[in-house]
């Protein structure tokens, strides 16, 4: 891969239901879509620069977010909503199967996207998806979720972001979190945050993939997580994996010990909805893989 690119971001919108998308396209050769939610384009630009010397890079808002406004900012933006965003996109830009990276909630929307319309993406990168759903401690994961809400719906921004983080197992030095969430927001950032916490952080946490169409894809599904963390589930937040489930959850759990919540170290190593562990191959997004030692 070329560590140098120059190129051009072209902007779009496209209208959906409900929303005016907002997408970014740089470079040329095979289609790789950058997913967030709710991070937006711009966090993943510094990145799409570097892949946009050997690739086709998409990236976008997801809906409510930034400069894709929807229609009712009192509605919920789901998995499946952001999904079929994503579907529309890629039909728009005619360009793909392609090869589809998701963070966060981002991850959850592009596993949404796999079962929704798999035609459309040949290998789907899922880091750090937060399935709350597969571990055995849902029922108090909610409840924190909801406690994360309440307090930012109550104008405890500043409560809400350090109950986020504890529960995502993101610990910041105290001066680093007050630069970021404790200073002075601008209104796009306010309504960013508002939305997300208001209409998307449940949804998102409470989606459940439907594990075995995920197996029954032709696409290739990873799921992201540190090299290190893999070893052990004492390594992930709550000490739990999917693996490790309760023996009758609300959906079924991948075979793999991949924890949603894991804080991936490098390298990279990526396990599949089935099968063996696989680490991907540095610079390419074609869909080769080696087996991982």
């Excluded at 508002?194 to 990873?222: E, G, I, K, N």
């Excluded at 793999?256 to 599949?272: D, F």
């Amino acid at each position: 891969m070329n560590p140098i690119s120059t190129a051009t971001a072209n902007t779009g919108t496209l209208q959906v239901p409900g929303a005016s998308l907002y997408y970014e396209v740089r470079g040329a050769g095979p289609l790789v879509v950058l997913v967030g939610a709710p991070m937006d384009a711009d966090s993943f630009a510094p990145a799409a620069d570097l892949l946009a010397s050997d690739y086709t890079v998409v990236t976008t808002d997801p809906r409510g977010i930034h400069r894709s406004p929807v229609d009712d900012r009192d509605r919920d933006s789901t998995p499946e909503m952001r999904a079929d965003d994503l579907a529309r996109i890629l039909t728009h830009l005619d360009a793909g199967p392609a090869a589809v990276f998701g963070s966060s909630g981002g991850a959850v929307s592009a596993l949404a996207l796999v079962q929704a319309h798999p035609e459309l993406v040949h290998t789907v990168v899922a880091h750090e998806p937060p399935l709350d759903e597969l571990l055995d401690d849902r029922e108090e994961l909610r409840v924190k979720t909801d406690d994360i809400i309440d307090a930012h719906l109550s104008g405890d921004v500043v409560g809400a972001w350090r109950k986020f983080l504890a529960l995502a197992n993101i610990h910041l030095p105290e001066e680093v979190f007050q630069q970021m969430f404790a200073g002075e927001r601008d209104a796009q950032t306010e309504a960013d945050e508002y939305f997300q916490h208001a209409h998307m952080l449940r949804p998102t946490t409470r989606w459940c993939p439907d594990v075995a169409a995920l197996r029954s894809v032709p696409t290739r599904v990873l799921v992201g997580l540190g090299e290190e963390s893999a070893a052990s589930s004492a390594n992930a937040p709550h000490g739990r994996s999917p693996r490790n489930s309760a023996s009758n959850p609300p959906c079924s759990p991948a075979d793999t010990s991949v924890s949603p919540r894991i804080r991936p170290r490098s390298p990279l190593v990526c396990a599949p909805c089935c099968g063996r562990a696989e680490r991907t191959v540095p610079g390419d997004l074609s869909g080769r893989s080696e087996p991982a030692s």
